[in-house]
């Protein structure tokens, strides 16, 4: 294998285990406030789930920004690209996770972790080619200092 190919496969494979990490406490975020939501109040299943959706989506853009793609592209032109992203994610798996969870009686649970799972794949691809696409990995390491 040539080493250009190595390091590309080496750098993928390393940016995907970084952001299915780092997307793992988002959904750790996620599914603790789910469950405190849907545990504590009396709420049908897409209210808590919108809300832990709203927060894991907040922490993971901006770590995944910094840490996973380290990326200097313009933040409101990413955030509202990833606005696009969820203004049909979020009506799919909210209205989806309400319909299996409400009309065919799933488990709320199995529906917020399947959400979860859709969620990291599909936000990952979305995020590497079209948000962030050959901007990645171009924010310059902070200069050493001078002794």
């Given at each position: 294998m040539s080493e250009s190919?190595?390091?590309?496969?080496?750098?993928e494979v390393w940016r995907a285990i970084k952001y299915s990490l780092i997307s793992a406490s988002a959904g750790a975020i996620e599914f603790i406030t789910f469950t405190l939501?849907?545990?504590?109040?009396?709420?049908?299943?897409w209210p808590c789930?919108?809300?832990a959706l709203i927060l894991s989506i907040i922490w993971n853009f901006?770590?995944?920004r910094r840490f996973t793609f380290k990326s200097t592209v313009n933040v409101p032109i990413a955030m509202l690209k990833i606005?696009?992203?969820y203004a049909?994610?979020?009506?799919?798996?909210?209205?989806?996770?309400?319909?299996?969870a409400e009309t065919l009686g799933w488990n709320e649970y199995l529906v917020t972790i399947l959400n979860l799972?859709?969620?990291?794949?599909?936000?990952?691809?979305?995020?590497?080619?079209?948000?962030?696409?050959?901007?990645?990995?171009?924010?310059?390491?902070?200069?050493?200092?001078?002794?």
């Open positions: 190919k190595k390091s590309f496969w080496d750098g939501l849907n545990e504590l109040t009396t709420w049908r299943y789930y919108l809300i901006f770590i995944n606005a696009g992203y049909v994610f979020t009506p799919v798996s909210t209205w989806g996770g309400d319909y299996l799972f859709f969620n990291l794949i599909t936000e990952y691809t979305f995020q590497r080619l079209v948000v962030y696409g050959k901007k990645v990995d171009n924010r310059e390491a902070k200069p050493k200092k001078q002794e």
